[in-house]
Structure formats: C-alpha cells, structure tokens
C-alpha cells in the first residue's frame, strides 16, 4: 500500500507489504502491465457510460484520450471533462488539432455516470474533484489520502502518466491513431521537460515507441504555437523598458491581462547573452508579479525571489526560475509609480 499511499486501494497488500487475503493481487510496482490492464477493465461494463475527470493539461488530455480508446468497444461512452479554462495557446490548439472533444466539468452531472475515472490528479487535488466519487485513480503525482477507489495505479517516478498509459495501450495490443500517439509524445515532451526532468527509463521507452507513431510537425506546430498576435503589444513595451546593467536584465511591463505573458516575455529575454539574471514584472489583479530568470550556475532565483519578496507576498521557484506576487497594498507605492528602476532597487537589495 506504501506504493500509493489509498485509504482502500484494492490491490490486496498489508502495511508491511506481505500479500493480503487475495494473493492473486500483487504490490501495485510489482504488477505487470497486462495485469494492471485487466485490472482497469475489469471496473468497466459493456452498459457503464463513463466520466473522465482532468484538470486540462498536455499530460491529462493525452491520457484521457487513452482511456477513452481502452474502453472503445468495452462500455458505452465516454466523455472527458475538465473543470479549468484552457487559456494557454499551446494547449487550446492541442485540442483543436488533435481533434480531442472535452467538456468543461460544469457542464456535466458525475453522478449521472456509471462510472468516474480520475487521471494525472487525484481527488484532493481540487476543490471540485473533492466530492466527486472515483471508481479508477491513474496519475503520477505523489499520493494522497483520505479517498478509496476500485482501481489504483499511481506511480510517482513516472515523469508522465502519458508514459503509463502508453503501457497499457501495448499491453492491450492497440497502436494508437496518430492523433493519439502525437498527444502521448506531445505530452510526455511537456511533462518531462523535454527530459530534463529526473524522469524514470520507463518514460524514456514508451517515448521511443511513440516516435515512430506520433507526426513531429504536428508537435512543433503545438510547441510553436505559444504566442497570440496581441500579446506581442506587451513584448513592444517590455523592449522599450528593458534596462541592462551588471549583467542583469531588467523589464517593467504594467498591467497584463494575465502574468502568463510575463513568463513568455522573460523565457525570451533569457536567450540575450549579455544578461545571466532576468526580471520580469507587471500589475495583475492589483498584485505585483515578478518573473526570475538565470540559468542557474552559481545562482538561485528561488531564494533571491524568497529573500527579496517572501516578506511581502509569496515568492519562490527553483534555481534557474522563480516568481513573485506581492500585493499592491504591502508596497508603499501606487501601481502607476512602479517602473523598470522600481524593479532595480527592489531586486538589487538582496544580490
Ligand atoms: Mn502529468
């Protein structure tokens, strides 16, 4: 049960990890990919119309996909729900290329279902998740507690649950559509961070054997498709402000309509060679927000953006990116006073 960490997990294992009353059910990590497969169907009837819940990103629209051709010819239908707005481009025109039909989850009635799958999350993980009751888990994300479902497979080493469920499609002997496979790779890609994350071999065969499978041009076109015509407005003005001094690169933005552009603008500022650190800032719902970038050697944007803003607003992120959120109020100046040299005083206080 330590494997996954579920109330009730189903898989029949004790604490210490000793078989329980079934000993046909195995330690989730020990069970082959066949098994987990006829585990999984074995929840579905041909009668059960089916609820894939997701919170709407790379990895669980590639998944959801998945399961919904696991269960084809297996139940009724199934129908695939997310409770958040897609707002990032990428991801909207994954959905519009790749053909993927979703439905915002408030559009739906779960309990209408006979069935409810959960994937690449688990139920605590959102408010509108919470009550909803899951007869299937399958993620990635380390476990939670305080839930039961029939079918568990949770496995936290796995950079993506794309990478899982590509196990699964060949353990049922399915070669998944190019549209599918695209989505699988696509979604691997942006999990894993193009492998730059610690990710597991596994994720690295099942991306291997999508390669053949998924069209590479579709994925660039996705990848590339990450700015809107009127977002370059905010670029224009980003490049009038910049400021370079010591090596550090300094932009004030104003007011954004989402801190989104923020993170675009400062991923392109980083690709200047002159400057190792990058700060990026803008007004969003009367909170400043502050972009950190640098490529990390030597350096930690995490703990300067904590040192700089933690006593003012949440701040935080890792050595080579971080981000800041102060609220208008904690600061004493008005947001029409703030510019590119607030910005410089405001960082230089901690470096
Ligand atoms: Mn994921």
């Given at each position: 049960m330590k494997d996954n960490g579920a109330a009730t997990n189903g898989n029949g294992t004790s604490q210490a990890g000793v078989p329980g009353p079934n000993p046909n059910r195995k330690r989730n990590s020990k069970?082959?990919?066949?098994?987990?497969?006829?585990?999984?169907?074995?929840?579905?009837?041909?009668e059960d119309t089916v609820l894939v819940v997701i919170s709407a990103d790379p990895d669980a629209l590639a998944g959801a996909m998945a399961v919904k051709r696991l269960l084809r010819y297996r139940v009724k239908a199934?129908?695939?729900?997310?409770?958040?707005?897609?707002?990032?481009?990428?991801?909207?025109?994954?959905?519009?290329?790749?053909?993927?039909?979703?439905?915002?989850?408030?559009?739906?009635?779960?309990?209408?279902?006979?069935?409810?799958?959960?994937?690449?999350?688990?139920?605590?993980?959102?408010?509108?998740?919470?009550?909803?009751?899951?007869?299937?888990?399958?993620?990635?994300?380390?476990?939670?507690k305080g839930w039961a479902a029939t079918f568990v497979d949770i496995r936290k080493d796995y950079g993506a649950t794309a990478s899982m469920m590509v196990e699964y499609l060949r353990a049922a002997g399915i070669r998944p559509s190019v549209a599918l496979a695209t989505a699988l790779f696509y979604a691997i890609k942006v999990d894993t961070q193009n492998f730059e994350k610690k990710?597991?071999?596994?994720?690295?065969?099942?991306?291997?054997?999508?390669?053949?499978?998924?069209?590479?041009?579709?994925?660039?076109?996705?990848?590339?498709?990450?700015?809107?015509?009127?977002?370059?407005?905010?670029?224009?003005?980003?490049?009038?402000?910049?400021?370079?001094?010591?090596?550090?690169?300094?932009?004030?933005v104003g007011k954004v309509p989402s801190p989104d552009i923020l993170v675009l603008i400062a991923d392109f500022l980083k690709q200047v060679h002159e400057a190792a650190w990058v700060f990026v800032s803008g007004i969003h719902n009367d909170k400043l927000v502050v972009?950190?970038?640098?490529?990390?050697?030597?350096?930690?944007?995490?703990?300067?953006?904590?040192?700089?803003?933690?006593?003012?607003?949440?701040?935080?992120?890792?050595?080579?990116?971080?981000r800041a959120e102060v609220p208008l109020k904690n600061m004493v100046k008005d947001a029409s006073s703030i510019n590119t040299n607030t910005l410089i005083r405001l960082t230089n206080k901690h470096m």
């Open positions: 069970k082959t990919a066949k098994e987990r497969l006829q585990e999984f169907w074995s929840v579905f009837d041909k199934v129908t695939i729900a997310y409770p958040n707005e897609i707002r990032r481009l990428n991801n909207l025109v994954m959905l519009e290329l790749l053909k993927i039909p979703a439905e915002r989850l408030h559009t739906v009635k779960p309990t209408e279902f006979s069935k409810r799958v959960i994937l690449d999350s688990q139920p605590p993980h959102l408010p509108s998740f919470e009550n909803i009751p899951f007869d299937v888990v399958l993620d990635h994300h380390p476990a939670t990710v597991t071999l596994a994720d690295a065969i099942s991306f291997r054997y999508l390669f053949n499978l998924a069209n590479l041009n579709l994925v660039r076109k996705i990848e590339l498709s990450s700015l809107r015509r009127s977002e370059l407005n905010y670029f224009r003005t980003a490049l009038k402000e910049m400021k370079l001094s010591k090596q550090r690169l300094y932009s004030h972009i950190f970038r640098c490529d990390g050697y030597k350096k930690n944007a995490g703990r300067l953006a904590e040192k700089t803003f933690g006593q003012i607003g949440c701040a935080g992120g890792h050595r080579e990116s971080a």
